[in-house]
């Protein structure tokens, strides 16, 4: 078991994530944007959060065409694991793996403090041991995070539970595609996986990449 971990430029959260997904024991490789592959016995992907190449045309737009997203996407359709977090979740929705957009936050401001959060499909490899309506505490901290799309079209894994600060559709907090194996979430797991932090309960959500 390997997981990639995607470093674009402006990448920020790489090593927060790298650190999160060591906690739980699997060891954790660098991957670079302009590799046309993925590392060599890559069972999982990590796109972290940051702002990749200055948020320059929109938001994860440019590190949605990177090279090795051509590999990611090859990744994912045989059922591999990709979780987006933040940017990592508008790169996924820029490269049409995860249905939607991610908009200015209502308040037009960025948006940075604890949030609880509910599980609202607990069948995903994201949430395996988790009934509906379990409470997490993950943090999130960004500026254009307000989900807008069609429930429909995805699986709700997470929504915010008291409010909803960014403005997302259904008070989305993180969607998966329908097989469930590639999901985007704009809270940070791995910022909540440490007592020192006040919370792990980002890594019941990153055991996901474990399966």
Not at 97 to 115: D, E, H, K
Not at 155 to 184: K, Q, W
Request: aromatic share 6%; hydrophobic share 40%.
């Amino acid at each position: 078991m390997t997981v990639a971990v995607v470093r674009f430029p402006g990448t920020l959260d790489h090593d927060s994530a790298r650190r999160a997904v060591e906690r739980l024991g699997a060891p954790a490789v660098w991957a670079w944007h302009a590799d046309p592959e993925l590392p060599p016995g890559t069972t999982a992907v990590v796109l972290p959060g940051g702002f990749s190449y200055g948020d320059h045309l929109r938001c994860g737009a440019i590190a949605s065409r990177a090279p090795v997203m051509a590999d990611v996407r090859r990744h994912a359709e045989r059922g591999g694991r990709v979780i987006g977090i933040c940017n990592g979740f508008q790169v996924l929705c820029e490269a049409g793996l995860l249905p939607g957009a991610l908009r200015r936050n209502a308040t037009l401001s960025f948006v940075c403090r604890q949030m609880e959060l509910e599980v609202g499909d607990p069948d995903t490899p994201w949430t395996a041991g988790l009934p509906a309506g379990a409470t997490l505490s993950i943090p999130v901290k960004n500026n254009e995070g307000a989900w807008y799309g069609d429930p429909g079209e995805a699986r709700v894994v997470l929504r915010y539970r008291a409010g909803n600060p960014l403005g997302s559709v259904d008070r989305v907090a993180g969607i998966a595609n329908r097989a469930g194996n590639v999901m985007g979430l704009m809270p940070h797991p791995e910022e909540a996986a440490d007592p020192l932090l006040g919370s792990t309960d980002g890594l019941r959500v990153l055991a996901g990449v474990s399966g």
